[in-house]
């Protein structure tokens, strides 16, 4: 099949990855008449496609490319070559989520200013407030159809949510509902209304679920302004003599490479892939890499601090029966440091199979203590906790110094040890969370250790001053001017809020951005 | 593939109780396992039959969940006799911990220990060995990857087929 663009054609906007952050700016720049060509490392697989099975769905949508991971963090010890769960497929890591979309709360826009100097940490203040986001945050929760915004109504809560709700109004938690999430409660946009299937981390098989696969993508590409070339894998951005991105080299499904030229190129490939791409696209004109100069490429890798709580009834619950993560208390994401941490979290219902329980419940763990706890798995209530953690500049990914990937090109290596802080607010977490299930009977209740990491942010950070980090508040480079990042690398720091509807609306705003100043011809 | 197959005609009960058996539920008979209670039997290709006997019991006692039959446990284990027979190297790790836990237990070896928390004793002193991660690392997909065995949990599994849960219970809960 030909391709709608040609390899030479050095008009187009380049992006790389279609998830999230990738998709979305995809079909805003066609909606506006710029050519788009998106190269996605994974293939395509409609929503029909998706399989009702865990590990089945894993080997169909996860990056499954070898990585390596060391620091503190239990994972490196547990999953040492899976720091991070995330997809390569068209949609990206959309196919994978649950839908959680919530908005930043504005003092965390300014984490220096408000939390003043942590330790250990460097935090940072954004460019842009909350206020600059909002007309923003409108469009994508509209786009999205987030769930209590827009006069969209709130999804009907099952049971996991009813014992959440029993436990949150028994501590006198004010704020507890179904949630704002990315998931139709009825017909709308042409997808139809979420069937309660319970499969929501193994891709939406309704398309009730918002994904970049089956709404931005389509949409972009009945303008015939925007070709998704999937099984495209982006190893290497090339520049000219002036410093200007001139196009990107990838390989095809067969691992054939070709370039494609560009006259803008912006990397959307999820936090671990976008800072080693610009690694790995090292020259002699840019040694450190490219969008280097300030060293931060890379840095300040965060991941949430997160964690589960699960806890057993006397009666049955199913708690897998049902959308996975429409159950939510807010009452902790404030800012308290009276709780002997900064910053907040949120706690959120979440509900997985049994083949996946016993492959996160406790990492390595076994024998009676264990398996009783799965003996119970009907009966078994849970939730996870999503909080602000504290950006470090250790905590990075890195280029290995040895191993290659297919491509001959050096595989990412991801670093990351708690704060203090983290630490603190997972364990005030892991208490409030028991306490909610105690309050109705919890017979057990047990704290589980974070997952590999499904929020995977701030590697490629939005700074004032290009010293202090990586892009500037439209994510644009602060070196290179017609290269942009358009995904979650780019938070200066993290929130108590799960990432993607900042990203979505991060990618609104960017492609705004990009058609100014591509018809002002300053890009 | 796992070849678990129904005990045959001719071999009968007694037959196969009259022959000996090392642990009391399985039976060794040439390169195969039987579970005479059970009516099923396990075709060993690459590991020692007695290895393999060895190594249900052992997940047994990784994962104990008295209501789950042997049966669920043979066929969680046998891709250890699958992955021997493809990687010299493999086998040896299996053999040689095999071996290993024999020695430790003494006596007849480690299945003849007729507790459960003795033989969890010894396994507490390997739990960081190769031996144990490969077995326990592969088992903790093997075992909770059988479809067959989510009912006994009151997992359904899929669910798309049926129409999700929204008119099958997903806010069912009473007792609150
Ligand atoms: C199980 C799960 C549940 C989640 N639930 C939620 C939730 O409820 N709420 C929420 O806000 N977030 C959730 N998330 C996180 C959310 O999915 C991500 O934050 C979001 O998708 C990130 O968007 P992105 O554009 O940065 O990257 P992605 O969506 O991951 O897209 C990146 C794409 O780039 C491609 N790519 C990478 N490198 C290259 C390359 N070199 N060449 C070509 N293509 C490349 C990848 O294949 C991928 O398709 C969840 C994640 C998981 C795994
Ligand atoms: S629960 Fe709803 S959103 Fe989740 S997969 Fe099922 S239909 Fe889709």
């Given at each position: 099949m030909a391709a709608p663009y040609d390899l030479k054609d050095d008009s187009v906007v380049v992006i790389i990855g279609s998830g999230a952050g990738g998709g979305t700016l995809g079909n805003e720049l066609a909606q506006k008449g710029i050519d788009v060509v998106i190269l996605e490392a994974g293939a395509r697989h409609e929503y029909e496609d998706f399989i009702n099975d865990e590990w089945d769905s894993f080997a169909q949508l996860a990056w499954l490319d070898k990585r390596t991971t060391g620091g503190g963090w239990r994972v490196a010890k547990d999953f040492p070559n899976l720091p991070a769960w995330i997809v390569k497929a068209v949609g990206g890591t959309t196919t994978h989520w649950a839908g959680a979309s919530l908005r930043f709360q504005d003092h965390e826009f300014k984490a220096l200013t408000n939390y003043g100097k942590v330790e250990g940490a460097n935090l940072l203040d954004w460019p842009i407030t909350l206020a600059d986001l909002e007309p923003y945050y409108d469009k994508a929760e509209d786009k999205m159809g987030v769930t209590r915004t827009h006069g969209i109504e709130g999804l009907p809560g099952n049971n996991n949510f009813k014992i959440l709700k029993a436990g949150a109004d028994k501590l006198g938690y004010k704020e507890c509902h179904t949630g704002h999430m990315a998931i139709n409660s009825a017909d709308r946009d042409g997808r139809m209304g979420c069937q309660q299937t319970g499969f929501c981390f193994q891709g939406c098989k309704w398309g009730a679920k918002w994904s970049t696969l089956y709404t931005e993508i389509p949409k972009g590409e009945a303008t015939g302004k925007l070709e998704v070339r999937p099984q495209s894998h982006v190893v290497k951005i090339e520049h000219d003599s002036s410093g200007k991105a001139t196009g990107v080299v990838y390989a095809d499904k067969d691992g054939k490479l070709h370039e494609q030229k560009a006259r803008v190129v912006a990397v959307a490939g999820n936090s671990i892939e976008s800072p080693r791409l610009l690694l790995n696209s090292h020259s002699s004109k840019f040694p450190n890499g490219l969008a280097n100069s300030s060293g931060h490429v890379g840095k300040h890798y965060m991941r949430h601090t997160t964690g589960s709580v699960y806890a057993i009834f006397e009666k049955p619950v199913h708690f897998y029966r049902g959308t996975t993560m429409a159950g939510i208390v807010r009452d902790e994401a404030r800012h308290d440091p009276s709780r002997g941490f900064v910053g907040g979290y949120e706690m959120e219902t979440l509900a997985l199979g049994i083949p996946f329980m016993a492959a996160f419940l406790d990492p390595g763990g076994w024998g009676r203590s264990f398996t009783s706890a799965l003996d119970h798995y009907d009966h078994m209530a849970g939730l996870w906790i999503v909080g602000e953690d504290m950006p470090q500049e250790q905590n990075a990914v890195k280029l290995h110094a040895e191993l290659k990937d297919d491509y001959g090109m050096p595989i990412p290596d991801v670093w990351f040890t708690d704060h203090p802080n983290d630490v603190a607010m997972r364990n005030h977490a892991y208490a409030q969370g028991q306490a909610i299930y105690s309050a109705v009977g919890a017979t057990r209740a047990f704290p589980t250790p974070p997952y590999p990491s499904t929020h995977n942010l701030g590697t490629n950070r939005m700074s004032e001053k290009a010293e202090d980090g990586v892009v500037d508040k439209w994510g644009q480079t602060h070196d290179i001017k017609n290269l942009f990042v358009s995904d979650g690398s780019q938070f200066t720091t993290g929130g108590a809020e799960n990432p993607t509807l900042t990203i979505v609306t991060l990618a609104i705003r960017q492609a705004d951005h990009i058609a100014s100043q591509m018809s002002a011809g300053a890009i | 593939m796992v070849t678990i197959y129904e005990m045959q005609a001719g071999l009968s009960r007694r037959e196969l109780l009259k022959r000996g058996s090392i642990g009391a539920m399985l039976v060794i008979s040439g390169s195969a396992l039987i579970s005479p209670r059970n009516a099923w039997g396990l075709e060993v290709t690459a590991l020692k039959p007695e290895t393999m006997a060895t190594l249900i019991v052992l997940a047994r006692d990784i994962y104990p969940h008295d209501q789950l039959a042997d049966r669920f446990y043979a066929i969680a284990v046998k891709g250890q006799d699958a992955k021997a027979g493809k990687d010299a190297a493999h086998k040896e790790l299996i053999e040689n911990g095999v071996a290993d836990l024999d020695k430790r237990a003494g006596?007849?070896?480690?299945?003849?220990?007729?507790w459960e928390d003795d033989r969890v004793a010894i396994l507490r002193d390997i739990e960081t060995t190769p031996f144990f991660q490969a077995v326990r690392g592969d088992l903790v997909v093997s075992l909770y990857n059988q479809k067959e065995l989510w009912p006994i949990f009151g997992y359904e599994g899929e669910s798309y087929s049926k129409g999700g849960y929204i008119a099958r219970g997903f806010n069912d809960i009473e007792w609150l």
């Open positions: - | 006596g007849a070896g480690y299945r003849s220990l007729g």
